[in-house]
């Protein structure tokens, strides 16, 4: 079974910066990986998400030139830094693990959060004005 465990979340200030880390265990070759969060009254929404091997990236709007997914593989991690943080951008931030998308041939990460498998249990992201 594969588990992810999310970490670095924490209270900031608007404009600060965080690391979150997704350490993920058991079979997880070949997993495209997700950020998603889901703030206070909203849907969950689509963060970031990046390829096997890392090669390709994908981002949300509300994120891109802000935030950057990356993975470690020889950790078994990956990452989201966040910079320039906003209010709005208070969240629950939950990593996934998709494993279907490598072994049917698709090469491009998902947006969708039904493509994902397995989840983590979350970090609260908390961004004061």
């Known amino acids: 079974q594969v588990q992810l465990v999310e970490s670095g979340g924490g209270l900031v200030q608007a404009g600060a910066s965080l690391r979150l880390s997704c350490a993920a265990s058991?079979?997880?070759?070949?997993?495209?990986m997700g950020w998603f969060r889901q703030a206070p009254g909203k849907e969950r929404e689509f963060v970031a998400a990046?390829?096997?091997?890392?090669?390709?990236?994908i981002y949300s709007d509300s994120v891109k030139g802000r935030f950057t997914i990356s993975r470690d593989g020889a950790k078994n991690t990956v990452y989201l830094e966040m910079s320039s943080l906003k209010p709005e951008d208070t969240a629950v931030y939950y990593c996934a693990a998709d494993l279907r998308s490598f072994w049917s041939g698709n090469y491009i990460p998902r947006r969708n959060q039904f493509e994902y498998d397995y989840w983590g249990q979350g970090t609260q992201v908390t961004v004061s004005s």
């Open positions: 990046i390829s096997w091997s890392g090669g390709s990236t």
């Open positions: 058991g079979r997880t070759f070949g997993s495209f």
